[in-house]
C-alpha cells in the first residue's frame, strides 16, 4: 500500500485543511496509554501470586487486551510453574487463544489434554463459533457427542449459531428436536439461539411456533423474534411485538431498541422511527451510545438529517461508530467544506478515526468527485499506519473509479502486494461505471489465471459489462463458470443471470429460471418482471406477478412500481385498480416511486380523479417526483389550471422543481395555447432556480411555439440551441407549417432533417403533406418518388384496446 503512495502523489495536492492535535487529543492518547499500561501491571502482579486463580484472571486480561504475545507469555510461565497439566488452567489458556483469533494454537493445547471436560468442550465450541469458523465448532461438537458427554445450555446454543451462520436448516432442526428429546428447549439462551437460527434460515412460521411455545418469555426472546422478523421483511409485524413488551411485563433493553430500529432503515419508516424514538426517551435510555448510533443512522436512511444531526448532538460519549454514521449517512450535497470540518471536529474531540473512518470518507470524495480532497484523506490514512487495510485500498479504487480517473484506480490496484477478492471487484465495478467494459472482463480472466476465486460479487459484475458490452458468449461461458463454483443458487447472481439474458432478448433462458418458482427469492422476482416491463412485456410482467403471489410471496415496492408502470404502458384500468388495492394491503403507499407510478398510471387510463385522490394521499411525502407526475398527468389531460396549482403547491412546500417539472408545465402551456405563461416559466428556470435548459426542454419550447403557429420564433430558437437539432424538433417545426401552410419553411425545415436524417420517413410524409395541402400537387408526387427511389416506406401506427 505505500507503493500507492509513490505510485499516486507525484504531484502534492492543495492543501485545504490542517489539524493541530490539541490538548484534549493528548489526554485521550495518554488515558488510552494509561489503560493498556495499567492492565499489563496487573498482569505482572497477578503471575507473582502463583496461583491457578490468579493466572485465570491474567489470562482474562490478556482476552480484553487481544494480546496473543501477552498470552503465550502467560502460557510460558503456567509451564514453568507446573500447571500445564492441570484442566483448569489448561481451559483458560484455550479460552485466550479463541479469544485471541489463535484458533491453531487453541486447538494445538485442546488436543494436547490427558483430560477433557464438559467446559473444554464447550469453551472449544464457542471459541471457534465465536470466531466465525463454524464448521470447525460442528465437527468439535460432533466430537463431543461420540464421547457420550450431554451438551450444555452454552454449547447447544453456539451449535444453533454455527447452523444459522452456514444457513444448514435441516441440521439446525435435528439439533432442535435434541434440544426437545433432552429438555433445554425452555433454557433462555437455547431458545433465544434456536429462534435466531430460524430466522437466519428465513423459516419464520417454525420460529413463531417456537416463541408461541415458550413459557419464560425474557427479553433476549423478544428480541430474537424481533430481529427475526426484521430478517424476514416483516417490519410491522416486529414493531407491533416491540409495542406489545411492555403491556406483559418485559423489559426493553439495548439489543431490543436496536432490533426495532433495524426495521425502519428502509424509507418511508419515519413515523415508525419518531414512537421508537418516543420508547427510547421513555424507558430513559437516551444515554446508551450504541442506541442512539442506530437512531441517528435510521433518521439518516429516512432521510430525516434535521433529526438525525439532533441525535449526533445529544450523544453525551460519541465513540468512532458515532462519527462514521454521520460521515456515512449525511448527504453533502457537494459541500466537500462541511465534510472537512465534520473531520476537523472528530480531531479536536480527541476521537481516532480508523480504517472504516478512512474507507467512508474515501468513497464520499469519489461521490463529491472531489480527488484532490481524497489524496488529502488519503495520505492521512497513511499517517495513521492504516496503509496495509485492504478496505483503504479498495476505497482508493472507488474514489478513483467515480472521478473517472481509471488510470490511476489501476496503478492503485497493481501497486498493493495483498488483495482480497473485494479489491478485484471494485476494479471491475470500476471499469463497468467508466464503460470500459471490455477490461473489466480482462480483469475477470486475470482472476481466474492467478487461481482466485471468485465469489457472487464478481460474478455480478463481470455479467454487467458482458450485458453491457453485448457479450452474449462470454455471459453464457460465465453461465458456466457459476454453474461450477455452485453460485448459481445465489439471489445476487440469479437476479444478474436474469438481467443478463434479458437484455439479450433470450426470455426463455429467463424462463427457464421461473420454472421453479419457489426458490426464486424477491430480487429474482423483481429483475424478471422489470426485465420483461422493458422489453414491452406487460401483460407477461401482470402473469409473472400472479405467479409470484401464487407461491406465498409478497411483492415488494419494486415490484409493485414495476407492475404499475405495466399498466402504465397498456392503459389497464382493471389491472391498475387490482394493484392498487395490493399497495394499501402491503403498506406501499410511503414509497414516493410507487405513489409516482400510481398516479401516472391512473393519468394513462384517463382516470384523474383517482391519479389525484392517490396524490392527495401521498402529497404529504414532499418528493419533486410525486409532483412531476401529477403536473405531468394534468398536462396530458389538457387541464393547465390544474397544473399550475400543483406547481404553487410545490413552490410552497419549499420543493425545488427540476428539468421535468418545467417539461410538463411547457407541455400543458403547449396544448392549451399558452405562449406567454410558457416563455415565462422557461425565461424563469434560469433566472430563479439557475437550471440549464436540457434538449426536452428546447424541444417543449419549439412544440409550443410551432404548435400556436409562432413559427420564425420556433426557428429562432432552433438556431440557438446550444446543441444540434434532432428529428422530433424538425418533426415538431414541419408539423406546424404543414398546419398553418408555411411552405418555404417546411422546405427549409425539410431539407436540414433529410441532411443529418436521409432515411426518416416523417420528413417525406410531411413535406408532402405541407405541398398536397398548399395545392402543389405535382411538388407532392415528386416527393413521393423521392421517397421510393430511396426505398424508405412509412411506418405503420398501432393501437391497443384492452378487453
Avoid at 479469544?99 to 473444554?120: I, T, W
Avoid at 412460521?205 to 413459557?215: H, I, N
Avoid at 430481529?227 to 431490543?256: E, H, N, R
Avoid at 453460485?487 to 436474469?498: E, G, N
Wanted: hydrophobic share 40%.
Amino acid at each position: 500500500m505505500g507503493r500507492i503512495g509513490h505510485a499516486l502523489f507525484t504531484v502534492k495536492p492543495q492543501r485545504l485543511f490542517s489539524v493541530s492535535y490539541r490538548p484534549c487529543q493528548l489526554q485521550s492518547l495518554q488515558k488510552r496509554f494509561q489503560f493498556h499500561s495499567g492492565k499489563s501491571f496487573l498482569v505482572s502482579h497477578l503471575l507473582e501470586k502463583r496461583e491457578q486463580i490468579a493466572i485465570a484472571a491474567a489470562l482474562s486480561l490478556s482476552e480484553d487486551l487481544k494480546s496473543y504475545s501477552l498470552g503465550t507469555q502467560i502460557h510460558s510461565h503456567v509451564i514453568k510453574l507446573g500447571f500445564s497439566g492441570d484442566i483448569f488452567s489448561q481451559n483458560n489458556l484455550v479460552k485466550m487463544y479463541f479469544k485471541c483469533g489463535f484458533s491453531y494454537s487453541g486447538c494445538k493445547v485442546f488436543a494436547e489434554m490427558a483430560e477433557k471436560n464438559l467446559v473444554s468442550w464447550t469453551i472449544m465450541i464457542s471459541g471457534a463459533i465465536q470466531n466465525s469458523d463454524f464448521i470447525l465448532g460442528l465437527e468439535i461438537y460432533l466430537g463431543m457427542i461420540r464421547t457420550g458427554l450431554r451438551p450444555n445450555e452454552f454449547a447447544l446454543g453456539s451449535v444453533m449459531k454455527a447452523c444459522a451462520g452456514l444457513g444448514v436448516h435441516t441440521l439446525g432442526l435435528s439439533i432442535h428436536c435434541f434440544a426437545l428429546k433432552i429438555g433445554m428447549e425452555q433454557n433462555p439462551f437455547v431458545s433465544t439461539s434456536i429462534l435466531n437460527m430460524y430466522a437466519e434460515s428465513r423459516d419464520i412460521k417454525s420460529a413463531e411456533l417456537v416463541f408461541d411455545g415458550l413459557k419464560d418469555l425474557d427479553a433476549g426472546c423478544w428480541n430474537a423474534m424481533i430481529g427475526g422478523y426484521i430478517k424476514c421483511k416483516y417490519d410491522f409485524k416486529a414493531l407491533q411485538l416491540l409495542s406489545l413488551m411492555p403491556y406483559v411485563g418485559v423489559k426493553m433493553d439495548q439489543f431490543t431498541f436496536v432490533n426495532a430500529l433495524k426495521g425502519c432503515s428502509t424509507m418511508g419508516a419515519l413515523r415508525c422511527v419518531k414512537q421508537i424514538h418516543g420508547f427510547i426517551i421513555q424507558s430513559a435510555m437516551g444515554f446508551i451510545t450504541s442506541i442512539m448510533n442506530a437512531l441517528m443512522d435510521v433518521y439518516f436512511k429516512n432521510g430525516d438529517m434535521g433529526f438525525a444531526m439532533r441525535v449526533f448532538n445529544q450523544i453525551q460519549e460519541k465513540d468512532i461508530i458515532s462519527w462514521n454514521t454521520v460521515f456515512s449517512g449525511f448527504s453533502w450535497n457537494g459541500n466537500a467544506r462541511q465534510l472537512v470540518t465534520l473531520y476537523c471536529d472528530l480531531m479536536i474531540t480527541g476521537g481516532k478515526p480508523n480504517n472504516i473512518t478512512f474507507s467512508i470518507l474515501l468513497r464520499k470524495c469519489g461521490e463529491l468527485h472531489n480527488l484532490n480532497l481524497g489524496l488529502q484523506f488519503f495520505c492521512l490514512a497513511l499517517h495513521f499506519g492504516l496503509h496495509d487495510e485492504t478496505n483503504i485500498t479498495n476505497s482508493v479504487i472507488i474514489m478513483f473509479s467515480r472521478c473517472g480517473k481509471m488510470d490511476m484506480a489501476s496503478i492503485a490496484f497493481d501497486s498493493v502486494s495483498f488483495r482480497n477478492i473485494n479489491t478485484w471487484n471494485e476494479l471491475i465495478s470500476g471499469y463497468n461505471t467508466n464503460g470500459f467494459y471490455g477490461e473489466g472482463i480482462k480483469t475477470f480472466y486475470n482472476l481466474q489465471e492467478l487461481g482466485v476465486e471468485a465469489d457472487e460479487c464478481t460474478f455480478s459484475t463481470t455479467l454487467e459489462a458482458c450485458c453491457r458490452s453485448g457479450n452474449q458468449e462470454m455471459g453464457r461461458q460465465l453461465h458456466c463458470d457459476i454453474l461450477k463454483s455452485g453460485f448459481d443458487s445465489h439471489d445476487y447472481v440469479c437476479s444478474s443471470l436474469i438481467k443478463c439474458y434479458s437484455t439479450f432478448g433470450l426470455l426463455d433462458d429467463c424462463y427457464e429460471f421461473v420454472s421453479e418458482p419457489e426458490k426464486l427469492d424477491l430480487v429474482s422476482w423483481g429483475t424478471m418482471i422489470s426485465s420483461l416491463v422493458h422489453q414491452d412485456l406487460d401483460y407477461e410482467a401482470i402473469k409473472l406477478l400472479q405467479l409470484l403471489m401464487k407461491v406465498g410471496e409478497r411483492p415488494d415496492d419494486f415490484i409493485l412500481a414495476s407492475i404499475l408502470n405495466s399498466c402504465s404502458s397498456i392503459a389497464a384500468y382493471r389491472q391498475t385498480k387490482s394493484v392498487h388495492a395490493l399497495v394499501i394491503k402491503l403498506g406501499c403507499c410511503v414509497f414516493p416511486f410507487v405513489a409516482s407510478a400510481l398516479i401516472d398510471a391512473y393519468a394513462k387510463c384517463s382516470d384523474i380523479e383517482c391519479a389525484r385522490m392517490a396524490f392527495d394521499q401521498s402529497s404529504k411525502l414532499r418528493d419533486v417526483v410525486l409532483y412531476n407526475t401529477m403536473i405531468m398527468a394534468y398536462a396530458h389531460q389538457g387541464l393547465v389550471v390544474k397544473a399550475m396549482e400543483i406547481f404553487e403547491k410545490m413552490k410552497s412546500a419549499n420543493l425545488h422543481p427540476s428539468q421535468a417539472t418545467f417539461i410538463s408545465m411547457i407541455a400543458a402551456c403547449s396544448h392549451n395555447g399558452l405562449v406567454n405563461i410558457g416563455c415565462s416559466l422557461f425565461e424563469s428556470m434560469g433566472l430563479d432556480y439557475g437550471l440549464k435548459p436540457s434538449p426536452e426542454i428546447y424541444g417543449c419550447l419549439v412544440d409550443m411555439l410551432s404548435r400556436n403557429g409562432y413559427l420564425e420564433d420556433a426557428k429562432g430558437v432552433i438556431e440557438a440551441m446550444p446543441f444540434p437539432p434532432w428529428p422530433a424538433i424538425w418533426k415538431s417545426l414541419l408539423s406546424a407549417c404543414r398546419t398553418y401552410g408555411n411552405r418555404v419553411l417546411g422546405e427549409w425545415a425539410a431539407g436540414k432533417l433529410l441532411q443529418s436524417y436521409p432515411d426518416t420517413d416523417a420528413a417525406y410524409v410531411l413535406l408532402g403533406r405541407v405541398y398536397s395541402e398548399g395545392g402543389s400537387w405535382e411538388d407532392a408526387a415528386k416527393v413521393r418518388g423521392k421517397m421510393i427511389e430511396r426505398g424508405v416506406a412509412k411506418g405503420l401506427g398501432y393501437s391497443w384496446i384492452e378487453t
